[in-house]
């Protein structure tokens, strides 16, 4: 005899899923993709060196950082 197992539609669970991929990329094309777009939200993985730039598209840029300068220019009062 064979025991044949019956699934019923009702219990099945269904998982979304969201269509976000990492892909590594040139800099040039990040820098063309953020292009035009808004900065929403900036996050700092502490230890880690990685800042996370989310953009208002739904994307994000994530940067591993060894060394970073910021050009702050003088305001004249």
């Known amino acids: ?11 099945k ?6 269509h976000i991929k990492r892909i590594k990329m ?3 094309l990040i820098a063309l993709h953020m292009l ?5 939200n900036v996050d700092i993985v502490h230890g880690e ?4 730039i989310h953009l208002d598209d739904g994307s994000s840029v ?3 950082i060894d060394s ?3 050009n702050i220019q003088d305001l004249d009062d």
């Not at 005899?1 to 219990?11: G, P």
């Not at 669970?13 to 969201?18: D, E, F, P």
């Not at 060196?49 to 996370?52: E, L």
């Open 68 to 70: 970073a300068y910021m």
């Open 36 to 40: 035009d777009k808004t900065i929403d």
């Open 26 to 28: 040139e800099i040039q």
């Open 1 to 11: 005899m064979e025991q044949v197992k019956q699934t019923h539609t009702k219990n």
């Open 62 to 64: 994530e940067l591993i």
């Open 13 to 18: 669970i269904k998982v979304g899923y969201t």
């Open 49 to 52: 060196d990685t800042m996370v």
